[in-house]
């Protein structure tokens, strides 16, 4: 029988290099919004390519069994793994294809954050022009204790990235050794510590039992009245409310966030009247280079998959 290939959502101008992939198997690619659309497109699919449309336990007992389903992008969030696994099914993924750009943004913001641009910015459009009072406190770099909350393949490169400009770097990791963080550069301490001492904290965490707000109004009470965090991880690491409070009181003194708990952001978001805030729309990962190895990579998944291979980078289940 002929196999088929289902794209289940897409935002890209097409997917041809998915479809030249599938060359010799039945190729649909859709615009699924809902775990029922999902489960009714991929009835009889050999294999799936899900970007953001939810993939669950209807769809896994759908597809074909032993079907390959593989995810646009570095998380897995939308795919009910237990089901899958209970499917018997394999699951891909691709975290690789935009280390560089989110580890670019992530540095980028910390800089803008650390340098007070966002204030001083809009101090000149208001018609003042007084850089001390702006930027005040500011702390020359190479006495800036700069933290990071988790330190995998993204953390390390910003971490890469950042080490010419003097920091004093940390990390709070329960799966590196203090022998790990040595010869990468960083030390390892306590989440307590890293909350108390870092002048600047960017998130490189999952979204996990031990992680999912984590960063709560008492643990941002435990950091430095002129302290920042950077998240382009999860947004489900912070409680959004606890933040735009802490921002609002100054119990920390500002924040740069690219991910969010519900995207796009809401209108009603009390981030959105936050001081000190810096918001990207969930923009980190992108480059038109990142696009392209986004897509290839699938395609690349997609054809090993039809070959009987398992994914490039499979998921545990």
């Known amino acids: 029988m002929t196999a088929r290939v289902v794209v289940t959502d897409y935002t890209f101008p097409d997917v041809a290099a998915e479809r030249k992939a599938a060359t010799g198997a039945d ?12 489960a009714a497109a991929v009835a009889g699919a050999d294999v799936v390519a899900v970007q953001f449309a939810p993939f669950g336990a209807d769809a896994c007992a759908a597809v074909n069994p032993g079907a390959t389903i593989i995810r646009y992008g570095v998380g897995h969030d939308n795919i009910d793994l237990n089901a899958a696994r209970k499917a ?17 943004h992530t540095a ?8 007070k641009l966002v204030p001083l910015d809009a101090s000149v459009r208001a018609g003042d022009w007084a850089a001390v009072k ?6 020359p770099f190479k006495e800036t204790m700069f933290g990071f909350f988790g330190m995998g393949q993204i953390g ?15 990390t709070a990791d329960p799966g590196l050794s203090a022998a790990q963080a040595e010869a990468a550069g960083v030390t390892l301490v306590s989440a307590d510590t890293l909350l108390e001492t870092a002048d600047i904290i960017s998130l490189h965490a999952p979204a996990t039992a031990q992680t999912t707000n984590f960063f709560n109004a008492a ?12 998240n382009s991880a999860r947004g489900q690491l912070i409680v959004e409310d606890d933040l735009a409070a802490a921002l609002d009181s100054g119990t920390i003194a500002g924040a740069a966030l690219d991910v969010f708990h519900t995207e796009p952001l809401p209108e009603n978001s009390s981030l959105r009247q936050a001081p000190n805030l810096l918001i990207t729309p969930h923009a980190a990962w992108y480059s038109e280079a990142a696009i392209d190895r986004l897509q290839g990579l699938v395609a690349q ?14 998921v545990a289940l």
Do not use: N, S
Not at 108 to 115: F, G, V
Not at 301 to 314: N, S, V
């Open 27 to 38: 190729f649909a690619a859709l615009q699924c919004k809902t775990a029922a659309d999902v």
């Open 88 to 104: 018997g099914l394999k699951v891909g993924y691709v975290p690789d294809y935009c280390a560089d750009e989110v580890a670019e």
């Open 108 to 115: 980028a913001a910390a800089l803008t954050l650390l340098r």
């Open 134 to 139: 702006h930027a005040k406190p500011l702390k």
């Open 156 to 170: 390390q490169a910003v971490l890469a990235r950042l080490k010419g400009f003097g920091f004093k770097f940390i």
């Open 219 to 230: 643990r941002l009470a435990q950091m430095q009245p002129h302290a920042m965090l950077v």
């Open 301 to 314: 998944d997609i054809a090993r998959a039809l070959a009987g291979q398992p994914p490039r980078r499979p």
